[in-house]
């Protein structure tokens, strides 16, 4: 099954296991009506939880297991990531792309100079800044049009003009 991480799991809340998880997505609208989700243990392996409550809030939602009953049993999730199967994200528009297609592209400049891969997105107040990480080097790159010039998903290659001071 192709999953798609989601978000997050940074710390419980209350005492009945409740889970709250730093979104990667800005949308949870279609979210409200989920099942189920995939949590990723800390050997990498994904397993399924049901769903007995989701509540979005700002960048983050608040989920509870139906396997969780507890604050105690609910700390063992911080720091999981939680994923949900691919075909249950919207489409995005032309020019959009979910961090997960983001991350671990080869980028190059306009000249064709391989400068690293992106290896994390953080959000700003006014647009996300992509890592990347060369061999020598940290660049952070704004998610402008003016800074990022082309992405090709397919080839996982972004194509990047690097303004004065990057």
Sequence with gaps: MD????????KTRGLRGCLKVLSYVETKNNF?????VYI?????????????KFDA????FFIELESIADAESAKALVGCKVFLPKNMLEQLSDG???WQDIIGLDVYN?????????????????NDVYVC????KEILLPAIADVI?????NNRVMTVRLLEGL
């Excluded at 409200?32 to 189920?36: A, M, N, P, R, Y």
């Design 96 to 98: 959009e792309y979910y």
């Design 3 to 10: 999953l798609f991480a989601v978000g997050e799991i940074v």
């Design 57 to 60: 809030s700002g960048k983050s």
């Design 32 to 36: 409200s009506k989920l099942e189920f």
């Design 133 to 136: 990480r060369g061999e020598k």
């Design 149 to 153: 010039r082309r992405i090709d998903i």
């Design 40 to 52: 990723e243990n800390s050997f990498g392996q994904k397993n399924r939880f049901g769903l007995r």
């Design 110 to 126: 306009e000249e064709g100079n391989y400068l690293g891969k992106i290896e994390s997105i953080f959000p700003t107040g006014s």
